[in-house]
């Protein structure tokens, strides 16, 4: 598969992924073995950023939409995320509360089809 293809897989971003791993094309044996025991680049990647949008918005728990609306559009590391958490800004609150919303909606939902089956 394509090096972006497997950085979506492993949750990194692909820009800080070494170059032979940007470069080369992996397959679903390699993938596998970086998933059960990844390299020491692969761990820090993931313990330190730079994160790929999709994480940064699992850890502030909002949407990549909300990402973007709150003017995020960059990799960011997790120093920085956890800056952003700690400045807990008005935006972050806001997408927060609509994520809220967005879940409890899903949950209304998903019980009025089990009721009805």
């Given at each position: 598969?394509?090096?972006?293809?497997?950085?979506?897989?492993?949750?990194?971003?692909l820009e800080a992924t070494p170059a032979e791993f940007q470069e080369g094309v992996?397959?679903?044996?390699?993938?596998?073995?970086?998933?059960?025991?990844?390299?020491e680049w692969l761990r820090a990647l993931r313990r330190n950023g730079p994160h790929p949008r999709s994480?940064?918005?699992?850890?502030?728990?909002?949407s990549i939409s909300g990402l973007a609306r709150g003017g995020i559009t960059d990799?960011?590391?997790?120093?920085?995320?956890?800056?952003?958490k700690t400045a807990d800004?008005?935006?972050l609150?806001?997408?927060?509360?609509?994520?809220?919303?967005?879940r409890k909606e899903e949950a209304r939902l998903k019980e009025a089809r089990?009721?009805?089956s």
């Open positions: 598969m394509k090096p972006a293809t497997a950085a979506k897989k492993l949750g990194v971003y992996v397959s679903r044996d390699e993938l596998n073995t970086l998933q059960t025991d990844p390299p994480v940064i918005a699992a850890k502030l728990g909002i990799a960011l590391t997790t120093e920085q995320i956890d800056e952003v800004p008005d935006w609150q806001r997408e927060r509360a609509t994520q809220a919303d967005v089990t009721e009805a």
